[in-house]
């Protein structure tokens, strides 16, 4: 069996980083007829290729745009491989595949959609940041045999953890993924989901021997897992505490003063991105989620300019902001010393 290379992917970065649509659909086409399988076009071409995308987006060497026409692009790709490849039966049941209110990352639920396809399941693709109320009755008028929630940042893990419940409440298990729900979807398992997997080529060895349950396995009476509720204080002061964090930089950073009105605004952006992380970490309570984010976001700021030691200077605001709440104290000083 013919395998995707080095050199393929190294081109088609080059072909999605020019927006070359019809060149892109062509050349990925072109490889399943040398015997390629689409699934592994799908898995090992453009998965790759988007991850390598966020990286270069995150180092300051690619714009946004230059990200949305790429991702455009793979869109299309995925789209013409579904359409030329059409999986040989659909017998093994219906799944329906959604991404979590708020979640826009829908491309790699798409991917792990045509994946699931191509293995035979009768897929419903919803589609980017499905509101739950409307997942939850689509649910109770099709019966589907599964539901996979796709979720690719944490920050939208309480929305995941709504519609998990409800999905199961309605009797239909739950299928959780996406780089959202953490390192191998362990986050996935703490919401309550039946089952987990950590990527596409996963999830398809879970659905084939998974044996589903008649009813799912929802019990009203199960024991919260967070044993406070500092992720909701916390989400509620965000506004609160990001303007008293502005307050703080102008008089510590005098660079602030200086900064254009869009350069505010993206300030304003990332402090409240930090509430929001730290809200879904201790959602999860794990400090491994805030402190991944915030190596990241240091990258971010500093291939930007802005020196990584302001978001340390952040943490200590917030710090002084949440004496009262020990949990987040701890994440904060986690967060300050990784
Ligand atoms: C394109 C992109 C976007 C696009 C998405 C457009 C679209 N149509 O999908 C847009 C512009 C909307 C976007 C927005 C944002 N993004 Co973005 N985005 C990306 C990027 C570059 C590629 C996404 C992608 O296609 N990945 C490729 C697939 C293959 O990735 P995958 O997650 O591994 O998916 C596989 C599995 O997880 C699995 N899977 C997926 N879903 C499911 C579901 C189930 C049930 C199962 C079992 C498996 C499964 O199948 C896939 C194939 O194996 C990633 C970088 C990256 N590494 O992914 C960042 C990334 C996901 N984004 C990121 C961020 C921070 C954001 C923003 C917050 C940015 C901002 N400042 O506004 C917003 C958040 C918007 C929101 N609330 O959803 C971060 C997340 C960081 C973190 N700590 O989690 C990333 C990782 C970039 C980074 N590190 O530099 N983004």
Known sequence: MTAVSTADRARY???VGDGAQAAAVDFALALTERGVPPRDVVLDLVAPTQARIGELWARNEWSVAQEHVATHVSEQVVAALAARHRPQHSGRGVLVVACVDGEWHALPARMFAEVTRWDGWDVRFLGASVPGPHLISYLHRHGPDVVAVSCSVPTRLAAAHRVIEAAQGAGIPVLAGGRGFGPAARWGLRLGADRVAASAGEAVEVLRTWLLPAVGQYDPLRESF????????????NTQLVAAAMDDLAQRFPALAGYSAHQ???????????????CAALFVDDTELFTTFLQWLRVVLGTRGVP???????????????????????????????
């Open 13 to 15: 970065l080059e072909l």
């Open 226 to 237: 967070v044993s406070d509720d500092e992720h909701v204080l916390i989400a509620k002061r």
């Open 264 to 278: 505010r605004e993206a300030t304003e952006y990332d402090l409240g991105q930090i509430v929001e992380f730290l």
């Open 308 to 338: 990584p030691s302001s978001v340390d200077l952040v943490l200590d605001l917030y710090a002084q902001q949440l004496y009262d709440f020990p949990r987040a104290r701890a994440q904060l000083a986690a967060g300050r010393r990784s």
